[in-house]
């Protein structure tokens, strides 16, 4: 509870207008986040925009806010204090309140695992004690008030993680509190990237353990080399905890970890303790369940009611919690954080629980690794590589983790490196893992990993027990769905399966119809658009090379798939094995996959292509007859269709007509001949479009499936609608003055003042830069145009007409906003190009959403 009236004392805070509630029950300091009868706190936002979330943060319903200006928004009922510093506030206030409820406060910090102990540490106090356990979910000091807030007069003790971010953060927090307890149980010297060296974060914890009183408590972890020198200072009462090693006042041994718990033996003093176990993993947190037994032996909790309570503690979300995944595998989530310590800990475990089937490890950037950050994602590659059958990283810094996996013996076919969550999911979803396999995830706070960890959960449902991630005072609100790119492409498949089915009922029953996902399914993401296909009235899947094939099998699609291009002799019996059929368009070519594929199971399907004209692959029409009497000797082949493409479907259609009939008169002859097949086919989205008579028994339609016609003077179908938006947001948002130029070769110049917004997407990206460029984007609905030369990451556009221009704001480079749209046809008039490849050169790296 915070009172209004404690909270203008402690801060020295002034009203503004008249006051609505006097009692709010927490703070909250992400507006997305906020509650009625929060206290909303305006904490320094970036890019301007504390106004915004004070308006957001009332429209939610919060009952009072801390700002530093007068909100322009109406505050009808909403107590609004005014202060100098909306942080220093909150301090002031958390200070002011533990000197008025003076609860005894157990203080644990450190580098790691610092939850786990405040959440035994409570669990064991609660036995005998009223107990608070402040927040877990935040980081840095702000979570001293924030985990004050919570407190309530007649709690005995406040359990309280301590996080120091720069040198100075431990004094300022002694100054607020001082802890009857403190317990530090690892230090990471590869720790944050404000302190100069390990001994000046060392220092901190040496303010913090000399801060205890003589009839208080300090425990420290032996086993840690940079922990044993603060024994020397410790003024209070000290228990030391270790593992395996004799001379501390608590050591467990024995140790048995598992999947599902931990074993171990303890020692206390000359008693022991045997057959003991926690249900949490992994070594670090049974140093978290021995500093709780230390503290509660403290406040006269016998040992053994200690090591019973023990047993029902719950893993927190995040922090090696095992969880149900799809396909009955297990998923290890220890997404909450990841430094050294932590990672290899959990690396460590892994390979001590010699688990018998498959491990997945998928590994974000860790967090706080600062210079070291190249050496110390090299480091876990090496113990990567001892436990993972296949590994997965997300983020550059991660990247050297697979490198060095590789570098330390893993098969370099089985490390990924994504650089998306999305990628990272699909790569991991095509690996397929089975029955009992364990996937382990871990990252960083800014690798969000917790969003693959919900992709691959069994039940939506248990995705309440993986991290919830709170903005803290450096972050600023982040929703899950964004992503590590700068900018991404939205598929609204929904759109897509319409346009199926339109197409579907446009060619009829008897027709089958093909659906054309080459090119990433022209930009869309092959996999999310393969799968809508086929649940919305697709009978066959078209791609171009084989390896795009295997793309959609290691998805799990298994759908007929026709290869159009040229399968590589050296991949045909892959072409077997994965059910694929191949296009064939020459006798040798036809007789040499027959020899490859003689000793296997199933025959190699195929389909022959005639070139009827357009002059591209196939063999020709007067060839065909003479190619199709050797084909019949070829037993380990099965002809399952004949086909040809159009040239001219969209403009010509008397050359169209001539091809078609040169077509039928070949497939006639073939089944003259004796031969029986199963699909005749020639129409792409054009031929489908413009006439039944080229519909023969199957049409094949590409760029009509995605909402865009064949050609600037074709009609689609009425309701078939484009379903792709490349987005982005802006980055900065500035005024040149007259005169000043913007990107390479100073090619544009302002001639008055002009606002000009940066965006995070250039020739790289497939925003074309030459001969002629992209014109314009979208931002809040209005056309901003390209300004200055395309970078290869960046570009310029000018905002000078559109007001109200943030940092932040959204853009649309291809696609709808508000009441406009840019088209693909539009961006091929700028280029001087077709929709086609407006589509499909936006970069496959680029996350597809669907
Ligand atoms: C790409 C392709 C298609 C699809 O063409 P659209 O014009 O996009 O419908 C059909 N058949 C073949 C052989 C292709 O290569």
């Avoid at 157990?106 to 036995?127: E, F």
Wanted: proline share 4%; with cysteine.
């Amino acid at each position: 509870m915070i009172s209004l009236y404690d909270f203008l004392n402690a801060a020295n805070g002034q009203l503004f207008g008249e006051p609505g509630a006097q009692l709010f029950t927490n703070f909250s300091v992400d507006p997305y986040l906020a509650e009625e009868s929060d206290l909303f706190v305006a904490l320094h936002a970036e890019r301007g925009k504390t106004q915004d979330y004070i308006a957001e943060a009332i429209r939610r319903g919060v009952a009072g806010v801390v700002c530093t200006y007068p909100p322009d928004c109406d505050t009808d009922g909403v107590s609004v204090i005014m202060v100098r510093d909306t942080f220093d506030a909150m301090m002031a206030w958390a200070r002011f309140v533990i000197r008025k409820y003076q609860p005894n406060v157990v203080a644990i910090a450190g580098s790691s695992s610092k939850s786990t102990t405040a959440q035994a540490t409570a669990h064991l106090l609660s036995q005998n004690h009223q107990v608070h356990r402040g927040n877990i979910g935040i980081s840095g000091r702000i979570n001293v008030p924030l985990s004050v807030a919570g407190m309530r007069p007649d709690d005995e003790f406040l359990v309280i993680k301590l996080d120091v971010e720069k040198p100075g953060d431990m004094a300022a927090i002694m100054d607020i509190l001082t802890p009857q307890v403190a317990i530090i149980s690892h230090i990471d010297c590869h720790h944050p990237s404000a302190f100069s060296d390990c001994d000046q974060y060392i220092d901190e914890m040496y303010k913090l353990v000399e801060a205890v009183p003589e009839d208080g408590l300090v425990v420290l972890n032996m086993d840690d080399t940079n922990i044993v020198p603060l024994a020397d200072v410790v003024r209070a009462n000290l228990r030391t905890i270790a593992m395996e090693a004799f001379g501390t006042d608590l050591m467990a041994y024995n140790i048995l970890p598992d999947i599902a718990r931990t074993g171990f033996d303890l020692r206390y003093g000359s008693d022991r303790f045997v057959a003991r176990w926690i249900p949490l993993l992994g070594r670090l947190h049974l140093y978290s369940t021995l500093s709780a037994l230390a503290v509660a032996l403290y406040v006269g909790i016998p040992i053994d009611d200690g090591l019973r309570a023990l047993t029902k503690l719950k893993p927190l979300p995040g922090r090696l919690s095992p969880l149900r995944a799809k396909d009955g595998a297990i998923v290890i989530d220890d997404t909450y954080s990841a430094n050294m310590i932590s990672t290899q800990s959990a690396l460590k475990w892994l390979k001590d629980i010699k688990y018998e089937h498959q491990v997945m490890v998928i590994l974000g950037d860790m967090d706080d690794v600062a210079e070291n950050g190249h050496a110390a994602h090299r480091a876990v590659g090496k113990e990567a590589a001892d436990v993972a059958d296949v590994l997965i990283t997300l983020g550059g810094e991660a990247a050297q983790t697979a490198r060095s996996a590789i570098d330390h013996g893993t098969d370099s076919s089985h490390v990924f490196t994504a650089h998306s969550w999305e990628e990272a999911i699909s790569f991991s979803q095509r690996y397929g893992l089975g029955e009992n396999d364990l996937i382990y995830v871990k990252g960083g706070r800014v690798s969000r990993m917790e969003t693959i960890v919900r992709a691959l959960l069994a039940d939506k449902a248990d995705e309440v027990y993986t991290v919830r991630f709170v903005a803290d005072e450096s972050d600023e609100a982040v929703s899950p769905s964004q992503s590590l790119y700068p900018s991404w492409v939205e598929v609204n498949t929904d759109t897509i399966a319409n346009n199926i089915q339109i197409l579907k009922s446009l060619v009829g029953e008897k027709v089958a119809l093909c659906s054309v996902v080459k090119a990433n399914a022209y930009g869309h993401g092959a996999v999310a658009i393969a799968r809508v296909a086929m649940s919305n009235g697709a009978d066959y899947l078209a791609v171009a090379s084989i390896a795009e094939a295997l793309e959609l099998r290691d998805a799990g699609i298994d759908s007929p798939i026709l290869v159009l291009s040229h399968t590589p002799l050296h991949a045909i019996r892959q072409a077997v094995r994965s059910n694929l059929t191949v296009t064939v368009f020459d006798l040798e070519q036809a007789r040499a996959y027959d020899r490859a594929v003689r000793d296997m199971n199933a025959p190699l399907k195929y389909h022959v292509k005639i070139d009827t004209g357009m002059g591209r692959l196939g063999v020709l029409v007067d060839d065909a007859l003479h190619m199709f009497r050797y084909l019949d000797a070829l037993s380990h082949l099965e002809l399952e269709g004949i086909y040809t493409h159009f040239s001219v479907a969209d403009e010509d259609l008397s050359f169209t007509r001539e091809q078609a009939y040169a077509f039928k008169r070949v497939v006639q002859a073939v089944r003259a001949s004796g031969f029986a097949f199963k699909f005749a086919h020639a129409a792409n989205s054009a031929g489908t479009l413009q006439s039944s008579d080229f519909h023969f028994g199957m049409v094949r339609t590409g760029i009509a499936m995605y909402g865009v016609t064949p050609s600037p003077g074709m009609d689609l179908p009425e309701g078939i609608r484009p379903a792709l938006t490349w987005k982005t947001t802006v980055l900065q948002v500035k005024t040149l003055p007259p005169g000043h130029a913007v990107g390479y070769g100073n090619s544009y110049r302002t001639t008055e003042a002009e606002k000009i917004a940066i965006l995070p997407v250039g020739y790289a990206d497939g925003l074309r830069r030459s001969p002629r460029s992209w014109q314009s984007v979208l931002i809040r609905g209005q056309r901003a145009p390209l300004v200055g030369r395309v970078s290869m990451e960046k570009c310029a556009v000018s905002v000078q007409e559109i007001p109200g221009v943030m940092a932040g704001d959204e853009v649309v480079l291809l696609g709808r906003q508000g009441d406009d749209a840019i088209t693909a046809d539009e961006v091929a008039r700028w280029l001087g190009t077709i929709n086609y490849e407006v589509l499909t050169s936006i970069v496959r790296h680029i996350p597809r959403k669907a």
